[in-house]
C-alpha cells in the first residue's frame, strides 16, 4: 500500500519579500520537508541599468550613480570608478587627497561591516545586537554627513581627488569616536561574537572549501572567511595602502569548520578593528595641501580601455571602462562581489535547513542592488 | 559505554553552563545600556536643522545637521550670472532655464570675486521631485549662487509643486521686455554698424576706383611712353 504513494518535492518561494534577503531577492526552494533539495535565487528585481545609464551621462555626473550600485557603502563605490577614470587619464591626485580617501572608505568600510554583522545577527533572532550596530554607525553617518553633505550617498570622491576638504573639528571628533567606538565594539563582540549560543549557531554551518570559494570566484571577506588570505589593498596595493601598517584577518575555522559562517563572520568583526588602525594612522599622517587636481570641466579620456579592481567591503569591485574619446563612455561594466556570493548559494544551501539558509545568506552579506545593478 | 555516557553528561553540563554564563553576560550589557543617554532623536519635536536647535530637546551624543548639508536647492537670482554651467552639469537633466539679455552689472559672488553679468534668466526651474541632491550642479557655479538648502521636508500633494520656479511671472514679464528692448537695441546698433560698414566699404571702394581711374591713364601713358 505505502510503496503506492509517492513523495514529491515542494516548492516555496521565499523572498522577494523576505526580511533575510537584505533587499528584493527571491530564492525558488524545493523542499523535501525541512531540508532544501535545491535553491534558485531569483535575481532582477532592483534591476535600474545604472551601466546603461552611464552612457548617457558625462564621466562626472556618473559619480553619484556609482553611490546607489552598494548604498551600504557609496564612498568605496565612488573610490573604485574615480580611480578607473583617474588611471585611464593618468591623473594625479594630491597626496592629502588620498589620505582623505583612506580615511572616509575606512569609516565607511566599518559601517558596512557594522550592517553586515547586524543582519546576521537579526536573522539568527538577536536583535539587541542589530540595535547596537545600528548605533555606533548613526555616529559615522554624522561624522561623514559633516564631510560631505549627505548620510548615504555620499557622492564626495571627484575625478581628481574630493570635493571639500575636512571640516575643522573632524579630526577631534574621529578620534573621539574611535576612542569610544573600540570599547563599543568590544561590547557588541561580548554580546554576540564570543556569545556560546551564536558561535553554536553559525560554526560548523554553510561550509565553503578554500577551493570552492575561488572556483565560485568569492572575494573580499566571503573568501578570507574560507582561509584564503587575498586583500587587494595588499596584494594589488592602489592608493597609499601600501605605506599603512595593517593586518589581513582569514577565517581558521578556530570554532568548527574552516570556511564555515562563523568564519565569514568573525573576519568582518576582526577587519574592523583593522579598520580603525588604518585610520588612526592616516589622521597621525595626513598632510596639509591641496585635495583636488587640475581637471578640466569637461573631460574627455583617451579612446582605450581599462579595468580597476578595489577592495570594498563587499570584496573586488571592478569597474571596466571603455572611452571613445567622447564625453561619456562608450560602455561601462561593474563587477561586483554580491553577485558571484549569491552563485555559490544553489551549492552550499543543498541538504541545509531552511533556517539555516537565513544564516547562510546573512553571512554572505549580499546587497540586493549591488547584485542587480 | 559507560565512559560515553560520562563524556556526553559532561559535555551537556559544559554547554549548560556556558549557555547560562553568556546569556548573562550578554544581560549584563544590555542592562548597562539601561543608564546610558538614549540615542534616538525624537525627530518632529527636536529641531534637527542645526548643532544650536538640536540642543533644546535633545541630549544625546549624535548631532544636528551641518550647514553643508545637501537639502533642497535654491538660488539667489541677483548674483546669477545665467551661465548655465548648472544646467549642462546635472546629470538628470532636471534644471531648466532660458535666459535674456540684460543690463550689464557687476555681481560680487559669495567668494567675493566680481563677475560681469551681461545676461538674466526669464526661466529658472529645478525638479525637486527628480533631484537626488548629489551637488554637481553647486561645482562649477562661480558666484555661488546655486546652493543647497538644510531644508528637506517638503512633502506636496502634486508632483507639480515640487518644481521650483526662481522667477515669477511678473519680473519675467519684465525681464523679457527689457531683454527685447535691449535685442531691439542692439539690433539697431548692428544695423548702424553694418551701415557705417557698407558705407566705408563703399567709399573705400569709389576712392579704389578712383584711384584706379586716375592711375589707369598713366599707365597707359606710361605704357605709350614706353
Ligand atoms: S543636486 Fe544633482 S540632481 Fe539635483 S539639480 Fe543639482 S546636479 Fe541635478
Ligand atoms: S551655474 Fe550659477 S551662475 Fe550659472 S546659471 Fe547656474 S546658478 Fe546661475
Redesign the pocket.
Known amino acids: 500500500m505505502t510503496a503506492d504513494l509517492k513523495t514529491s518535492y515542494m516548492t516555496i518561494n521565499m523572498g522577494p519579500q523576505h526580511p533575510s534577503t537584505h533587499g528584493v531577492i527571491r530564492f525558488i526552494l524545493k523542499t523535501n520537508g525541512e531540508i532544501i533539495y535545491h535553491c534558485e535565487p531569483d535575481i532582477g528585481y532592483l534591476h535600474r541599468s545604472i551601466e546603461k545609464i552611464a552612457e548617457s551621462v558625462t564621466w562626472q555626473g556618473f559619480v553619484p550613480y556609482t553611490d546607489r550600485v552598494d548604498y551600504v557603502c557609496s564612498m568605496n563605490a565612488n573610490w573604485a570608478y574615480c580611480l578607473a577614470v583617474e588611471k585611464m587619464m593618468g591623473i594625479e591626485i594630491p597626496e592629502r587627497a588620498e589620505y582623505i580617501r583612506v580615511i572616509v572608505g575606512e569609516l565607511n568600510r566599518i559601517s558596512s561591516h557594522l550592517i553586515a554583522i547586524g543582519t546576521a545577527d537579526m536573522d539568527m533572532g538577536a536583535v539587541t545586537p542589530f540595535v547596537h550596530c545600528l548605533r555606533e554607525r548613526e555616529y559615522i553617518n554624522d561624522l561623514l554627513e559633516r564631510v560631505c553633505g549627505a548620510r548615504l550617498t555620499y557622492n564626495y570622491m571627484t575625478i581628481g581627488g574630493v570635493a571639500n576638504d575636512l571640516p575643522a573639528d573632524f579630526i577631534q571628533k574621529t578620534v573621539e569616536f574611535l576612542n569610544h567606538f573600540e570599547f563599543a565594539m568590544e561590547q557588541i563582540n561580548r554580546l554576540v561574537t564570543y556569545n556560546r549560543i551564536f558561535i553554536n549557531r553559525f560554526a560548523s554551518l554553510g561550509v565553503i572549501t578554500p577551493e570552492q570559494a575561488i572556483n565560485y570566484n568569492l572575494v573580499g571577506p566571503n573568501l578570507r572567511g574560507s582561509g584564503v588570505n587575498y586583500d587587494l589593498r595588499k596584494d594589488e596595493p592602489y592608493s597609499i595602502y601600501s605605506k599603512l601598517d595593517f593586518d589581513i584577518p582569514v577565517g581558521t575555522g578556530s570554532e568548527g569548520i574552516l570556511g564555515d559562517c562563523y568564519d565569514r563572520y568573525i573576519v568582518r568583526a576582526k577587519e574592523i578593528k583593522e579598520s580603525v588602525k588604518l585610520i588612526r594612522q592616516c589622521l597621525n599622517q595626513l598632510p596639509s595641501g591641496e585635495i583636488q587636481a587640475k581637471v578640466k570641466n569637461v573631460i574627455k579620456p583617451p579612446q582605450g580601455h581599462i579595468y580597476v579592481r578595489t577592495e570594498t567591503p563587499r570584496g573586488d569591485t571592478g569597474y571596466f571602462l571603455y572611452s571613445n574619446n567622447k564625453t561619456s563612455p562608450y560602455r561601462l561594466k561593474i563587477r561586483t562581489g554580491s553577485f558571484t556570493a549569491m552563485s555559490i548559494i544553489p551549492e552550499i544551501s543543498q541538504g541545509l535547513f531552511i533556517a539555516d539558509l537565513v544564516a547562510l545568506i546573512g553571512s554572505l552579506d549580499v546587497v540586493a542592488p549591488e547584485v542587480d545593478r | 559505554m559507560s565512559e560515553i555516557t560520562t563524556q556526553s553528561k559532561d559535555r551537556y553540563f559544559n554547554n549548560l553552563v556556558n549557555g547560562v554564563k553568556t546569556v548573562f553576560e550578554g544581560m549584563s550589557i544590555t542592562l548597562a545600556s539601561f543608564f546610558t543617554r538614549p540615542v534616538t532623536v525624537q525627530y518632529p519635536e527636536a529641531d534637527i536643522s542645526t548643532d544650536q536647535t538640536i540642543q533644546d530637546n535633545y541630549k544625546g551624543p549624535l548631532s544636528g545637521m551641518p550647514p553643508n548639508y545637501r537639502g533642497i536647492l535654491n ?3 541677483s ?9 549642462k ?1 546635472c546629470p538628470i537633466d532636471c ?1 531648466y ?1 532660458e ?1 535674456v539679455k540684460c543690463e550689464k552689472v557687476t555681481v560680487i559672488g559669495k567668494d567675493g570675486n566680481e ?1 560681469n553679468k551681461v545676461r538674466t ?1 526669464s526661466i ?1 526651474k529645478i525638479d525637486i521631485g527628480k533631484c537626488m541632491f548629489c551637488g554637481l ?2 561645482i ?7 546652493y543647497h538648502t538644510n531644508r528637506f521636508e517638503m512633502n506636496t500633494q502634486s508632483l507639480d509643486k515640487l518644481v521650483l520656479s526662481f522667477v515669477d511671472d511678473d519680473s519675467r514679464q519684465q525681464i523679457l521686455l527689457k531683454g527685447m528692448e535691449l535685442d531691439a537695441i542692439a539690433e539697431a546698433k548692428k544695423k548702424e554698424k553694418q551701415a557705417l560698414a557698407d558705407k566705408k566699404a563703399a567709399e573705400e571702394q569709389a576712392v579704389s576706383k578712383k584711384t584706379d581711374k586716375e592711375k589707369e591713364p598713366s599707365t597707359t601713358d606710361d605704357k605709350d611712353n614706353q
Open positions: 538660488v539667489d537670482m548674483i546669477c550670472t545665467a551661465c548655465t554651467l548648472c544646467m552639469a534644471i532655464l535666459t563677475e534668466c529658472f550642479c553647486t562649477p557655479c562661480k558666484p555661488g549662487s546655486i
